[in-house]
């Protein structure tokens, strides 16, 4: 199919690297949780979900990748339908889900002790989950007129900087106007949503000192969030004409960030408060970090953007992503018995 070998190529290239790297992850991944020598269980619904909820991400974000809506503008213009156009993109999509989500993760459940007969049913159903949300967002474009011939550069238009001197030119309307734009910063922040759900089961032997900073630290990872800047170079351009820029764009950024995470956080605190019972004081803690991760994220864009990107993929496994992590990982057990006492 010529359409399934442009965008195969476009996710994979040409040669064995961009497969080689999620096995090596997913390898180094299965070494890391081995050695945790974890003494719980993990549900099957909490398999099934996190499964689920990985594939149909993947799926809602590559209908708004930049590469993508280039790479249907040279299929659109071979000899093929739209159908097929379409079923080319979807099983190009499903395989790369499959290698860079649902492999590490499978191989991250096995070394905690799940078994591989209900890793590779949740693979499955996962994959299943992931083909019908994506197939669902194709028909729903379909049914509205939008057409398959550069599908995503409508949404790159609407992002446009209004006039010079109008006040809808400002930094918080263009970040808003990419936050709610873009499906991979949606579909990653619905996903960290359940995942903050489902930590609590994961991390409840730990303790609530030691495991609530651990879980607050892990749902900072929300890259396509937290590179906003770095991942719109437009976007970078207009915001570096706007007067007083950093502070312009800083502290809007900095507050979406801190509502976001703080929304996050407390679906966690909430969860674990359900499972397993919780003190009220951990609320000041979620809140302090949320704080430190929005404004040290923002400060990261505003100061340090990711640049020399390619493709999406590169940007969002870029190791800036794992600073803000560590740090609040180093130091939120340190707040977290401070206000315990």
């Excluded at 991944?29 to 909490?46: E, G, Q």
């Excluded at 708004?64 to 809506?69: G, L, P």
């Excluded at 950024?253 to 929304?263: D, E, I, K, Q, T």
Aim: charge should be positive; include cysteine.
């Amino acid at each position: 199919m010529t359409s399934c070998r442009a965008f195969m190529q476009m996710y994979f290239g040409r040669g064995p690297k961009a497969v080689i790297g999620p096995l090596v992850a997913a390898f180094a991944l299965y070494l890391a949780a081995k050695s945790l020598n974890p003494t719980f269980s993990i549900a099957l619904a909490v398999v099934l979900a996190a499964t689920s909820v990985a594939m149909a991400a993947d799926a809602i974000a590559s209908w708004s990748s930049r590469a993508a809506a280039i790479e249907m503008e040279a299929v659109c213009a071979l000899p093929v339908t739209p159908h097929e156009a379409v079923a080319g993109y979807a099983v190009a999509t499903l395989a790369h889900g499959a290698l860079t989500k649902l492999v590490p993760l499978a191989a991250a459940l096995t070394a905690l002790g799940v078994p591989v007969q209900v890793c590779i049913a949740g693979c499955g159903i996962g994959a299943v989950v992931g083909g019908a949300v994506f197939l669902g967002i194709a028909a729903i474009r379909g049914a509205f007129g939008c057409p398959l011939r550069g599908f995503s550069l409508r949404t790159r238009r609407a992002l446009a900087a209004s006039a010079p001197g109008s006040s809808r030119g400002s930094a918080c309307v263009l970040i808003a106007r990419r936050l709610m734009s873009s499906g991979s910063i949606l579909a990653n922040t619905a996903g960290f949503a359940v995942m903050a759900l489902a930590l609590p089961l994961l991390l409840g032997d730990i303790g609530p000192v030691m495991g609530v900073p651990i879980g607050l630290a892990i749902l900072s990872i929300n890259t396509p969030l937290c590179t906003v800047a770095s991942g719109e170079p437009d976007l970078s351009d207009e915001l570096a004409m706007l007067p007083d820029s950093g502070r312009m764009f800083f502290i809007p950024y900095a507050g979406m960030l801190f509502g976001v995470f703080l929304a996050t956080d407390g679906l966690f605190l909430a969860s674990w408060a359900l499972v397993h019972g919780l003190d009220a004081r951990f609320a000041v803690l979620a809140a302090l970090m949320a704080g430190a991760a929005a404004c040290a994220s923002a400060a990261l864009e505003r100061f340090r953007p990711v640049r020399g990107w390619s493709a999406e993929s590169d940007l969002w496994r870029h190791p800036r992503k794992y600073l803000v992590p560590f740090a609040l990982l180093l130091l939120g057990p340190i707040v977290s018995i401070a206000l315990l006492g």
